[in-house]
């Protein structure tokens, strides 16, 4: 192929807004993205944040009503097929053939994008052992587990070597376990070169596998960058939060003098805890340590938060957030 | 094939956590696509038949019952009690000369509403299902094809199932009848008997496929009250459209419902001798009404998938 674009997803204020009987609802505001060739993007965001819009319209089943988005360099608009042939797609929901068996599901995918009987039913096989789903083969897709029927999606969108693989909410409702096979298997993908763009309300999720992560709330696009960057950029704090035996005097604040340390923004005292939120952590713990045995206190348990993506979506919207 | 890399055993454990190297062989192998526009078409047709073979049963039990039944109890039965029970008779006297029996009238107007029966369940029940809940559409919809290639799609599979089904009643609505009951049907035109019954059979498919996509998925006990069953009783089935003459207005409000083209368009290649609409007018309706239904149907599909 000599059309691979160095951008394997490119958005342009890229708009949707649903006619409803109460108004309009404007699900995507204006979302611009860029996901090079090769790499594992996250969009993150609570549940009605616009990302399974987002997806939606860049897999071409959800028509955008502004701006214009490109996947494999082809317009979503002006070429749906185009884009289906290059793209494979892990739906939030059980959208597995329920009258069809787990290889069949396999095979008829294979001939829906051209393969012949045989490669098809060899594509299945290799599939299906691979997923760890070889002796389900002939059980109907309605009689798998959640894990089972999740990792059938994931590889019904391989049958044909997708440029782009997008997964919408691919753990959602798994066991710990099965989320966490799942993540290596994601891994793998990306290590050979896969472009992946995966949604996710799990925090976790979006920092353990991506490169790039688009914070969006409400169809927009808070910030975006790797993890990293988005904790820098956005100056969330790392929390430290030091528990004593007893309760804290009034003024240990003044005490410790910590609330003059360069890089902390505010040192709260309550009950029997002080909590102090810094940029530069150093040394923090150990002067809390220090202030409390001066004032007669013994330490119980002492917490440090490194700045997360958590403290990062508080930041940005000043909210909790909401899963 | 030397591409394939040292594979261990599939894994065992019922988490099914697979080796790197097996899914790195998965991007490896992949092969190339290459649909077209007919691969796919075929691919999607061979999915219907496969699940058409595994229903098999269950879908022409339900087809055959119904036309079954009614042979049974109008041909053979009620001829056997006798007398008062003679419906055919009166009935028929409207169009042509001399005693028509029941069972004549029945053959051409059952399979008409088989073939209305077959097209809502190969079409409608599984698409509304497809719109709801999973959306299990998807699956189809992300095929690399047109979205009205997939509703056309639905139309063709389901017009072949409703012919099926006609073909398997048939016989039935011909042979099971009472001694001396026997239908007068003759069939002068095969060709055009073959053409009526295709037509029809692509016109319930589409009002099928219109249907699903407009019908709320809560409501579908409506659609035997509102649509089936006016369809069927006002759809000159049990009765020759010539014979309505005697209630002029509903021998023309019958005339916005597809089934009594389809009962009339089989009734005069099977069964001549009775009087029926003229042919232009069924051919005219039979395949207005798929283009009219296909052309909406296609419109409220791709709608309903590409929201």
Redesign the interface.
Same mark, same amino acid.
């Given at each position: 192929m000599t059309d691979v674009p160095a951008l394997a997803i490119r958005t342009e204020d890229l708009r949707k807004t649903?006619k409803t009987s109460r108004g309009d609802v404007q699900a995507v505001r204006g979302i611009d993205l860029s996901v090079s060739s090769g790499q594992f993007f996250g969009l993150l965001g609570p549940n009605g944040a616009g990302k399974s819009t987002t997806i939606?319209m860049l897999? /071409?089943?959800?028509?955008p009503t502004g701006g214009r988005a490109w996947v494999a360099g082809l317009d979503v608009v002006a070429d749906?097929?185009?884009v289906? @042939?290059r793209?494979g797609?892990v739906?939030q929901?059980? /959208?597995?053939?329920? +009258?069809?068996t787990v290889a069949?599901n396999l095979e008829? @995918?294979?001939? &829906?994008?051209?393969?012949g009987l045989r490669?098809a039913s060899r594509?299945a096989t +290799?599939?299906l052992?691979? &997923?760890?789903?070889?002796?389900r083969r002939k059980a109907m897709s309605t009689d798998l587990s959640g894990? +089972?029927a999740k @990792?059938l999606l994931i590889a019904r969108a391989?049958?044909? @070597?997708p440029d782009v693989l997008f997964l919408d909410e691919p753990t959602a409702g798994l066991d710990p376990? /099965?989320r966490v096979?799942l993540w290596?298997?994601l891994q793998?993908?990306h290590?050979?070169? +896969?472009t992946i763009l995966l949604t996710t309300h799990y925090m976790e999720e979006a920092e353990a596998l991506c490169e790039q992560i688009a914070v969006v709330d409400h169809g927009e696009v808070l910030a975006s960058g790797t993890v990293n960057e988005l904790k820098e950029g956005t100056g969330a704090e790392t929390v430290i939060t030091v528990r004593y035996e007893d309760t804290v005097p009034a003024d240990i604040t003044a005490r410790t003098g910590l609330a003059d340390r360069p890089g902390v923004s505010k040192v709260e005292a309550a009950g029997d805890y002080v909590r102090v939120f810094t940029r530069e952590p150093d040394g923090v713990l150990g002067e809390l340590v220090t202030a409390g045995s001066a004032a007669g206190l013994t330490v119980r348990d002492a917490t440090q938060l490194k700045p997360s993506l958590e403290t990062v979506f508080l930041t940005l919207t000043g909210r909790e957030y909401r899963e | 094939m030397t591409t394939t890399t040292t594979r261990q055993a599939p894994p065992q454990e019922p988490a099914g956590a697979p080796s790197a190297s097996d899914i790195a062989a998965l991007i490896a192998d992949a092969p190339e696509p290459r649909p077209t526009l007919i691969r796919t078409f075929n691919a999607m047709m061979a999915r219907e038949f496969r699940v058409l073979r595994r229903n098999a049963i269950a879908t022409f039990t339900r087809a055959v019952m119904q036309p079954l039944l009614f042979v049974f109890v109008f041909a053979y039965v009620f001829p056997k009690i006798g007398g008062g029970f003679a419906l055919g008779g009166g009935a028929a006297t409207a169009g042509t000369a001399g005693s028509i029996n029941f069972a004549t009238i029945l053959v051409p107007g059952l399979m008409a509403s088989m073939l209305l029966m077959q097209g809502i369940m190969a079409v409608t029940f599984p698409l509304v299902m497809e719109f709801s809940w999973q959306r299990t559409i998807e699956d189809r919809a992300l095929a690399p094809v047109p979205i009205r290639v997939l509703a056309i799609q639905k139309i063709v599979a389901g017009a072949i199932q409703s012919f099926l089904g006609a073909c398997i009643v048939f016989p039935i609505v011909l042979f099971v009848h009472a001694a001396g009951q026997a239908p007068h049907v003759h069939v002068t035109n095969w060709f055009l008997f073959v053409f009526i019954l295709a037509a029809a059979s692509l016109l319930t498919a589409s009002l099928g496929l219109l249907l699903g996509t407009i019908m709320d998925p809560r409501k579908m006990q409506m659609l035997f009250a509102v649509i089936l069953l006016p369809a069927t009783m006002l759809g000159c089935v049990y009765y020759p459209w010539s014979a309505l003459h005697h209630i002029r207005w509903l021998q023309i409000a019958v005339l916005i419902n597809p089934m009594v083209y389809m009962s009339e368009g089989l009734r005069a290649v099977l069964t001549p001798v009775l009087g029926h609409m003229p042919m232009w007018g069924v051919l005219l309706a039979l395949v207005g009404g798929t283009v009219v239904f296909t052309y909406l149907g296609t419109r409220t599909f791709t709608r309903r998938v590409l929201n």
């Open positions: 649903y939606g897999t /071409t089943l959800v028509l749906p097929v185009g289906k @042939r793209i797609v739906t929901n059980n /959208t597995l053939d329920m +009258q069809l069949e008829f @995918r294979s001939r &829906f994008f051209g393969l490669e594509r +290799q599939l052992e691979v &997923f760890g789903l070889a002796d894990g +089972q @990792r391989l049958v044909h @070597r376990q /099965t096979n290596d298997i793998v993908l290590a050979e070169g +896969q | -």
